[in-house]
């Protein structure tokens, strides 16, 4: 099971109360994840990633294991205490300010 934790507003869009526990089939990679993410919760498509695009929201970010994967392929395989579910995927609402 991978944990996600989701960010305020996404959780209250799909009645969440904390983090989310999803099964992934395959390798687990980010993509796998947001994919698993939208299929259980169908409120959160193009919220998290682009209808169009698949790429990120331009104020959302992802970290794994304390690393920042916001940047990083979609394919690439998460590590392993997040795809054990030992640490969570964390989609955080970036600030924007100056």
Same mark, same amino acid.
């Given at each position: 099971? &991978?944990?996600? #934790? %989701? ?5 209250? !869009?799909? =009645?969440?109360?904390? $983090? ?12 796998? &994840?947001?994919? #698993? %993410? ?5 409120? !959160?498509? =193009?919220?998290?990633? $682009? ?48």
């Amino acid at each position: 099971m &991978v944990r996600v #934790a %989701l960010p305020y507003h996404l959780r209250n !869009l799909a =009645g969440i109360a904390g $983090d989310v526990e999803l099964r992934v089939a395959g390798p687990v990679t980010l993509s796998a &994840v947001l994919d #698993a %993410l939208e299929r259980r919760y169908p409120m !959160l498509r =193009g919220t998290i990633r $682009d209808y169009a695009t698949g790429e990120r929201r331009a104020f959302l970010r992802f970290f794994a294991c304390e690393e920042d994967w916001s940047l990083m392929a979609p394919d690439a395989a998460l590590p392993e205490a997040v795809a054990a579910g030992r640490e969570p995927l964390l989609i955080i609402g970036a600030i924007a300010g100056g």
